[in-house]
């Protein structure tokens, strides 16, 4: 529990810090990116077909898909919120592996698909192409040191987004059900109300932010601890339940 809570108030530090940086605003839709893709990913994956995507200027986003089995909504609607956690807690990871050109590199991969297989409308186009090119260049020209404090704003932006989206939903499964996105579409195809959706995603959300800022806190490994943890899995206790 208190790391829970010190995650809680670090985020909310971290966002009152990261809306003093200059332009940002523009950089939150990462989050609603990564979450759109989630479901789209997860449609294709169980064979449905995603006719298009919108995001727009405000950070919210939707995903217009068909699918042939009522049942293969539960899936598609847990992968938005939850793979955008998984993806924010993955940024940190490489992080702290020194790994930051091969996640902006994955960062662009995804912008890239998402523009040419998915995105349809006009702010959606336009901030797609606009967020490329600039991380291309961050890729190609800039110094190491201001491409990993891109890398940083990036990851802590995806991080806070991917919380306080989820605690948004709650509050908006706890107000109206029938407007709370995710939550509601799970209602309509399982027993749990809205609600108890909203809770899932936020408690996973901060789970996965909990596990980020740990890696964040304790810094880069070097490459004798990298080995070590490679060899650890040898050493470990089965079953121990503990």
Same mark, same amino acid.
């Given at each position: 529990?208190?790391?829970?809570?010190?995650?809680?108030?670090?985020? +909310?530090?971290?966002?009152?810090?990261?809306?003093?940086?200059?332009?940002?605003?523009?950089?939150?839709?990462?989050?609603?990116? +990564?979450?759109?893709?989630?479901?789209?990913?997860?449609?294709?994956?169980?064979?449905?077909?995603?006719?298009?995507?919108?995001?727009?200027?405000?950070?919210?986003?939707?995903?217009?898909?068909?699918?042939?089995?009522?049942?293969?909504? +539960?899936?598609?609607?847990?992968?938005?919120?939850?793979?955008?956690?998984?993806?924010?807690?993955?940024?940190?990871?490489?992080?702290?592996?020194?790994?930051?050109?091969?996640?902006?590199?994955?960062?662009?991969?995804?912008?890239?698909?998402?523009?040419?297989?998915?995105?349809?409308?006009?702010?959606? +186009?336009?901030? @797609?192409?606009?967020?490329?090119?600039?991380?291309?260049?961050?890729?190609?020209?800039?110094?190491?040191?201001?491409?990993?404090?891109?890398?940083? @704003?990036?990851?802590?932006?995806?991080?806070?987004?991917?919380?306080?989206?989820?605690?948004?939903?709650?509050?908006?499964?706890?107000?109206?059900?029938?407007?709370?996105?995710?939550?509601?579409?799970?209602?309509?195809?399982?027993?749990?109300?809205?609600?108890?959706?909203? @809770?899932?995603?936020? @408690?996973?959300?901060?789970?996965?932010?909990?596990?980020?800022?740990?890696?964040?806190?304790?810094?880069?490994?070097?490459?004798?601890?990298?080995?070590?943890?490679?060899?650890?899995?040898?050493?470990?206790?089965?079953?121990?339940?503990?």
């Amino acid at each position: 529990m208190g790391n829970l809570i010190k995650t809680v108030l670090f985020l +909310i530090v971290s966002a009152f810090l990261t809306h003093l940086v200059p332009f940002s605003d523009y950089f939150r839709s990462l989050d609603t990116m +990564i979450h759109e893709f989630g479901h789209a990913l997860v449609t294709l994956l169980l064979s449905g077909k995603v006719m298009y995507i919108e995001l727009y200027a405000n950070h919210s986003g939707v995903t217009y898909s068909q699918v042939s089995s009522r049942w293969s909504l +539960i899936p598609i609607s847990l992968a938005g919120y939850m793979i955008a956690s998984l993806f924010a807690l993955l940024l940190f990871q490489l992080r702290a592996y020194g790994k930051e050109r091969l996640g902006l590199q994955l960062i662009t991969v995804v912008a890239v698909l998402s523009l040419v297989l998915f995105v349809r409308n006009q702010a959606g +186009i336009l901030w @797609l192409l606009g967020f490329v090119v600039l991380t291309v260049l961050m890729l190609a020209l800039a110094p190491r040191w201001l491409r990993d404090l891109y890398y940083l @704003l990036l990851a802590f932006l995806t991080l806070e987004e991917s919380v306080f989206g989820p605690l948004s939903l709650l509050l908006y499964a706890w107000n109206d059900p029938s407007k709370a996105g995710d939550a509601t579409n799970l209602a309509l195809v399982t027993p749990v109300p809205a609600v108890g959706w909203a @809770l899932l995603f936020t @408690l996973f959300s901060l789970w996965c932010a909990v596990r980020a800022l740990q890696h964040f806190f304790r810094g880069r490994r070097s490459s004798g601890e990298r080995r070590r943890e490679r060899m650890e899995p040898q050493f470990d206790r089965p079953g121990s339940g503990l």
